[in-house]
């Protein structure tokens, strides 16, 4: 509700329409029908100096800017909420079904590596694709269906089988994160920050959100029964998703955002374009490398939180408590951000975000009991919510409009990949340095995040690389 109460603060004069889309790759200028006269707008209704008419183009072919918004923040966060509690259903599934648990550590691999080619496909397609809802609607409903049917399998199948569907998850599930390239279409530049304020609160929501209703479900009607809950937010998203404005960005002969222009750096292209932009450009250079290098401690925050509730002397499951302190913390400082945060702030609130969050965990070494780590873990969710805003929002004032969304599904595959990596290295060290020891690791990534990213922020700027031909 709270999502929906700031979104409410979005509306304008009652009647109007807006419509956002792309003409050229090198300008966002376009041209559509305006109430008082044909005016140059650009993507998010900025007009070009000296330009007179009102600011916002209008088309009373997309649905209100007032309504845009709440359908997509609905039915991308259903959509993340089964994604992000679909690990939780899966792991309580398969321990009910078979006593074995570790067997959910298989699946949950084989959705995770296809994400790394399938996300900057996805991205791609939906930056370039004519009609976006019909390829946006086709991969949540294989998300669904792939998710409902792993679900109804898991522990009951053949392994092999399992892990064959568990892949068609990670060829499908990267569409929840491309969701949010679609934002410049409808949301009106001057109200971008606030959006992408806003858009951080629904993941942080769904981090919340899906494996509390995983484990809900699993205490009230059996383990085995846990990804009922999460099937059924999926179809809701997905019964929402086709109500979205989904304008296309247009096109003309020999411009980047057609057709043509995937098929000058063949598939080698569409694979690595959006990382080619992502190190060619200072700023996402900087980001994506602090990012990285702190969600690859970030990845050990699961475990180690189990076991720092352990060491301080509460049960296990507080580790759980832990992590949803983590989670509110951070849904919390997406919404503030979401009142503040503008680009031009982007780039010290990445930085000072990154040490802050460093900082709170560090504090969680030395918190004699529950209460105080809950505080500290709270403490860094605050301090994580504004970064991942700022994230947001420097991809989309960086990136070539025609990259957008490759841009954010290769940089949340490379988030993945180094979160799998952190992982892998708290399991690895847990019994050498203990749980004091790996939080003060954790926060070690952050301070090195943060050094590295401000470091390659202050470093001269580059001259910028054609990114097809650098592709072809």
């Not at 008419?53 to 209008?58: A, V």
């Not at 298989?106 to 390829?135: C, E, F, K």
């Not at 980001?287 to 180690?304: D, P, Q, S, Y």
Request: net charge positive; charged share 10%; glycine share 12%.
């Amino acid at each position: 509700m709270s999502l929906l109460r700031g979104v409410s603060r979005f509306s304008s004069a009652p009647g109007r329409w807006s419509r956002t889309v792309r003409n050229r790759p090198t300008s966002l200028v376009t041209r559509c029908s305006c109430v008082l006269s044909v005016t140059p707008c650009s993507l998010g209704g900025r007009r070009p100096a000296g330009s007179a008419g009102p600011g916002l183009c209008q088309d009373a072919g997309v649905p209100g800017r007032t309504a845009a918004l709440p359908l997509h923040l609905t039915s991308a966060t259903l959509l993340r909420v089964s994604a992000e509690g679909v690990a939780t259903a899966l792991v309580l599934t398969v321990q009910a079904r078979t006593g074995n648990a570790a067997t959910a550590g298989y699946l949950q691999t084989a959705m995770t590596l296809p994400y790394i080619l399938s996300g900057p496909v996805i991205g791609l397609a939906l930056d370039r694709v004519g009609r976006p809802r019909r390829i946006a609607v086709a991969l949540a409903a294989g998300y669904a269906v792939a998710t409902a049917l792993l679900l109804a399998t898991a522990g009951r199948s053949p392994l092999v089988l399992a892990l064959l569907v568990a892949a068609v998850i990670g060829c499908t599930e990267p569409i929840v994160v491309a969701l949010t390239s679609l934002l410049p279409r409808f949301v009106p530049a001057e109200r971008l920050s606030r959006a992408y304020g806003l858009e951080a609160s629904s993941y942080n929501l769904a981090g919340i959100a899906g494996p509390g209703l995983a484990a809900g479900f699993a205490s009230a009607a059996g383990g085995q029964y846990a990804g009922v809950v999460i099937i059924a937010v999926a179809v809701l998203g997905l019964l929402t998703l086709p109500l979205l404005p989904f304008p296309g960005p247009t096109s003309e002969p020999g411009s980047a955002g057609g057709s043509g222009t995937a098929g000058h750096g063949g598939w080698f292209s569409v694979i690595t374009g959006g990382l080619v932009v992502l190190a060619e450009t200072r700023v996402l250079r900087a980001l994506t490398v602090a990012t990285t290098l702190a969600w690859m401690g970030f990845g050990g925050v699961a475990v180690t939180a189990v076991l720092l509730a352990e060491h301080i002397g509460a049960e296990p499951s507080a580790g759980g408590r832990l992590l949803v302190a983590l989670a509110v913390g951070s849904l919390i400082g997406s919404l503030a951000s979401s009142r503040w945060l503008t680009p031009k702030h982007g780039e010290p609130v990445m930085i000072a975000g990154l040490l802050a969050f460093g900082t709170s965990l560090a504090a969680v070494a030395a918190a004699p009991s529950l209460t105080w780590a809950t505080v500290a873990f709270v403490a860094a969710g605050v301090s994580e919510g504004p970064v991942f805003a700022a994230t947001l929002m420097l991809r989309q004032r960086e990136s070539p409009p025609e990259r957008l969304g490759q841009v954010n599904t290769t940089a949340g595959s490379l988030k993945i990949g180094a979160s799998a990596v952190g992982a892998a290295l708290t399991a690895a060290s847990a019994a050498a340095i203990g749980p004091v020891g790996l939080i003060l690791a954790i926060a070690a990534f952050q301070f090195a995040g943060a050094a590295a990213g401000l470091l390659l922020l202050v470093l001269p700027r580059r001259k910028p690389v054609d990114v097809v031909k650098r592709g072809s």
